[in-house]
């Protein structure tokens, strides 16, 4: 067997496309467009790449971004009142921390700074609550964007057995609770999971999200399993993609597969966010 490709390329333009026309509505009834703040701290080469796209993606459906660059050095403080800031700002309708923040910064008091009501990325604990009690907060933007992918094929969710293998605040963990509202039976690998092979080997849908270049071997997979591959490192998966694909019913390919579907949501909750937020 050989798998289908889980395209995210394709299917992130037709979410584009759709953005692209809500953006325009929202700009006839508003007279202005919805705005994204990206916020990039310090001088990693991955991230400013990952921001630009951001920025590039924004300006290609008509939204406007405004990009905050800030030195590796600052202080938690610093960042908290920045982000504050934007969250107090008017123009601003959706805002982006990019993670990872240099180490010495305090991450979650960083991501907590960020208004829910702008939090387009998913982030913040509100929006983590709102997720996990099915009450349709912000998703976090690679989980929200791997549902959309699954959902475009049709894949089945229910009652499927789908291990997660990564469980970061904002992509592992979420992607579980997100797989598990959807009636899906959830397994979560980590750093400290014994048998790892053994639990992917009895997935039906696996969500690979570590960031270790083809830590997944193709012959742990289930025949006909789903092959979700969020891992980025390299610009390479966490999944040995051949041989996977030879055994999987579908496969998301890297890059092409997760990475354009995650834009596509953060850009598609920014319209959201800045429709919701002129309703008040
Ligand atoms: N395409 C996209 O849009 C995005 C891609 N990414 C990519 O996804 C990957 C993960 O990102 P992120 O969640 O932020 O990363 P983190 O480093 O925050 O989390 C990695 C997770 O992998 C687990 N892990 C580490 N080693 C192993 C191992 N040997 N076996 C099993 N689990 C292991 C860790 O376990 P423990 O909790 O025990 O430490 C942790 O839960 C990265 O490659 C990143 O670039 C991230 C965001 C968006
Ligand atoms: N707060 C926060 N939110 C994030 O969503 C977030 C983050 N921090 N930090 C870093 C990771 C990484 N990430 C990617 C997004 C798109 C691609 C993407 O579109 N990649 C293209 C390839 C691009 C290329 O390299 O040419 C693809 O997979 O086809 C990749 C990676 C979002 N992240």
Same mark, same amino acid.
């Given at each position: ?21 809500e ?23 991955a ?14 459906v ?5 990009? /905050? ?20 700002d ?31 990325d998913?982030?913040?604990r ?14 976090? !933007? ?9 959902d475009?094929?049709?894949? +089945?969710?229910?009652?499927?057995? !789908? ?5 970061? +605040?904002?992509?592992?963990? +979420? ?27 009895r ?17 742990? #997979? ?32 890297? +890059? ?6 995650t #834009? ?6 920014? /319209? ?9």
């Amino acid at each position: 067997m050989t798998a289908r490709i889980l395209d995210g390329r394709a299917t992130s333009a037709a979410m584009l496309d759709r953005v692209r026309e809500e953006v325009a509505e929202f700009s006839r009834e508003h007279g202005r467009v919805p705005v994204l703040a990206t916020v990039l701290v310090g001088d990693d080469p991955a991230s400013h790449t990952y921001v630009r796209m951001k920025a590039n993606r924004c300006a290609k459906v008509g939204m406007e971004s405004r990009r /905050v660059e800030l030195d590796a050095g600052i202080s938690t403080e610093t960042l908290v009142k920045t982000i504050r800031e934007l969250s107090a700002d008017p123009a601003v309708d959706g805002i982006l921390l990019q993670h990872p923040v240099p180490g010495h910064i305090d991450e979650r008091a960083a991501f907590e700074a960020i208004d829910p009501a702008k939090d387009v990325d998913g982030v913040t604990r509100t929006s983590f609550a709102r997720m996990a009690f099915d009450e349709g907060g912000f998703a976090s !933007a690679t989980p929200g964007g791997i549902m959309a992918l699954l959902d475009a094929y049709e894949i +089945p969710l229910s009652g499927k057995h !789908a291990v997660v293998v990564g469980r970061s +605040p904002i992509l592992g963990k +979420p992607v579980g609770m997100l797989l598990l509202a959807r009636d899906a039976t959830v397994t979560y690998c980590h750093s400290r999971t014994r048998d790892l092979a053994e639990h992917v080997a009895r997935a039906d849908i696996v969500v690979a999200a570590v960031g270790r270049p083809e830590l997944i071997r193709g012959e742990w #997979i289930k025949p006909g399993a789903v092959v979700v591959d969020a891992g980025y490192a390299d610009n390479r998966g966490d999944v040995e993609y051949e041989a996977a694909a030879e055994r999987a019913s579908f496969i998301t390919p890297v +890059p092409g597969g997760v990475g354009p579907m995650t #834009i596509a949501t953060l850009l598609a909750q920014t /319209v959201r966010a800045a429709r919701e937020g002129t309703e008040k």
